[in-house]
């Protein structure tokens, strides 16, 4: 869904770019268009947000797919990885952390460390 959602957001980017340069050839006054650069500072937080959340489910479907036996040998290995996610998810914008997305994707790692 964000791919989609990046990719007309480019669209539209790059309609207003080729906007911008008539009205800059026939030397109009440029009027800026704040909802498009608060649009892109969102897209690109929730691209951040939502690549980590990717990588955790990812992981976490990894790890309860391991045998029991190869836990035990794993741990070590997967207490590193989610220690990892556990300092990308507080190294986050605090923007962030209003959202909810941002609060499920912390407690399910905490809860899995």
């Known amino acids: 869904r964000m791919r989609k959602y990046k990719l007309m957001f480019q669209e539209y980017q790059n309609t207003w770019n080729k906007y911008k340069e008539g009205i800059t050839l ?7 268009i704040a909802e498009l650069d608060t649009t892109a500072q969102e897209l690109d937080l929730l691209d951040e947000l939502y690549t980590l959340y990717v990588n955790v489910l990812e ?3 990894e790890f309860s797919s391991l ?3 190869s836990y035990a040998v794993q741990m070590e290995k997967i207490e590193t990885v989610m220690h990892m996610y556990q300092t990308r998810c507080n190294q986050m914008p605090s923007i962030l952390r209003d959202w909810r997305a941002y609060g ?10």
């Open 26 to 32: 026939f030397g109009r006054p440029l009027k800026c």
């Open 59 to 61: 992981s976490i479907n």
């Open 67 to 69: 045998p029991f036996m």
């Open 104 to 113: 499920d994707l912390k407690d399910m790692i905490d809860d899995f460390l």
